[in-house]
C-alpha cells in the first residue's frame, strides 16, 4: 500500500512540479517508508523553493546530518538564519562543525553570527624529504624557491618579499607530486592542509564555491602553513573550453582567493599538482598566484632505487638486485614500481600456498611479474610532447621540453 502511495504521489508531483505541499507529503511518505536519500532529494527542491516550513528546518538538516548530505545541512542552517531561529540555528550549525571536523580534521566552532570560525589546532607534518625517493634536483628548486623564504624570513622582509605564494607542481600521475608538497610541509615544519577534489566538488548550485572558501578560511587558520590543492584542473578548468557557469564561478572563487582580496593570505603556501596543466585557466599562472611551475619528471634510475628501497623496507626479501631492477624499469612512475612489487608478491604468496613454506621475495619474483607492468607515464609524455611542439609560446614548460629532448626519453618515445 505504502509503494502504492509513494508512487501516485510521484507522477502526481510530476505532474504538478509547482505544488508545494504535494512535494512535502511526499517527502514525508519517503522518510515514513525508510526511503531517506529520496526523501532529501525533494526537500532539496523545496528549499531551493523556499517552500520548506520553518518548523521543519531542524528535522530536515538532522536527517541531512545521519546521511552525509552536508549540502543540503547548510541550505537548513542558512534557511534558518534567514528565519531568524535561533535555537534551531545553533543546533544546525553544531552538526555542521562536526561533519567538517569528521571529513578535514579541524575542528571547527561557532564564530560570528554570520559565519563560521576555524579553530587553528591542524597538528604538523611529519613527512620530509628524506622519506621522498631520488629527485634531487626537485628536492633543490623547492627549497629554494618554498622553503628559504619561510626558514628565512627575515633575509626576505630586508628586501621587501613576502613569503607565501603559489606554486604548482606538474607531471605524470603516480610520480610523487602529493608526497612532495606533503614533505615541504613537512621540511618547513608547517600544518599541511589537504584539499581533494571530492571535498570541494557538489552538484548543489553554490555549494562547491562556499567549500572553497572554507578550505582556504581553514588554511588561514592555521597560518602558516601548506594548503595543497590536488588535480589543480579540475578545480581551476580553462574557462575558455567550457560551456557551463558552473565551472567560471569555481575559477573566480580561486582567483579571489588567491588574490585575498579582503583576506589575509600571508605566511600562506598554496601548493597544487595537475597532471594537465594545459587544462588549467590561463589566469591562475599569473605572478601572485601559481607563477612558480615545478616539473615534476619520472623517476630517474637512482631514484628508483630509492623508491623500491621504500617500497620493500617491509617486505621478507632475498638477493634483491635494486640497480639491477631499476636500470630494466625506465619511465617507471612510483606507483608503477609498487605494483611491480606487488604483482611480485603475488608470485610469493602463490609459491607458497603450492610448497607449504614462506618464500622471501627474489629477483626471480620480481623479473616474473615484470613484463605484466608496463610504464604509465608513456601516455602522458606523448601528449605532453604535442603540446609544447604546438602551444608552448610562454616557455612556460621548458623544463619538460629539456627532459623530453634527453637521449634515453627520445628513444623510449620513438
Known sequence: ??????????????????????????????????????????YVVLLDQQALPE???????????ANGRLALLRSCLEAARQAGIVEGTGRLQQLVDEMISTRTGVKVKIGQPDGEEFVSDAPKETTTFDQVGGMDEIKRIIHRMV?????????????GRRSGGGVMLYGPPGCGKTLLARATAGECGLPFVNVRIEDVMDPYLGVS?????????????????????????ALAFARHKHGGSEARRLVDVLLQELDAIGSENEGLLVLAATNAPWDVDEAMLRPGRFDR????????????????????KDVPSAG?????????????????????????????IDEALATGGEPPLSMQHLERALPGVKPSTLDWLHRVRSYIEFANQSERYDDAAAYLRSKDVRRRLS
Open 320 to 348: 634483491l638486485d635494486l640497480k639491477s631492477l631499476a636500470a630494466t624499469t625506465a619511465m617507471f612512475s612510483g606507483a608503477d614500481l609498487r605494483a611491480l612489487v606487488e604483482r611480485g608478491v603475488d608470485h610469493v
Open 1 to 42: 500500500m505504502s509503494n502504492d502511495r509513494i508512487s501516485a504521489l510521484r507522477k502526481a508531483v510530476e505532474a504538478n512540479p509547482d505544488d508545494v505541499l504535494l512535494r512535502l507529503v511526499l517527502a514525508e511518505t519517503l522518510v515514513a517508508a525508510g526511503e531517506t536519500e529520496p526523501a532529501l532529494d525533494q
Open 209 to 233: 564555491e562556499r567549500n572553497l572558501h572554507a578550505a582556504f578560511e581553514r588554511a588561514r587558520a592555521n597560518s602558516p602553513c601548506v594548503l595543497f590543492l590536488d588535480e589543480l584542473d
Open 147 to 159: 622553503i628559504l623564504p619561510l626558514s628565512r624570513p627575515e633575509l626576505y622582509q630586508k628586501y
Open 55 to 65: 518548523d521543519q528546518l531542524v528535522a530536515v538538516g538532522e536527517l541531512a546530518a
Open 293 to 312: 611551475v615545478i616539473f615534476v619528471p619520472p623517476p630517474d634510475e637512482p631514484a628508483r632505487v630509492d623508491i623500491l628501497s621504500v617500497v620493500l
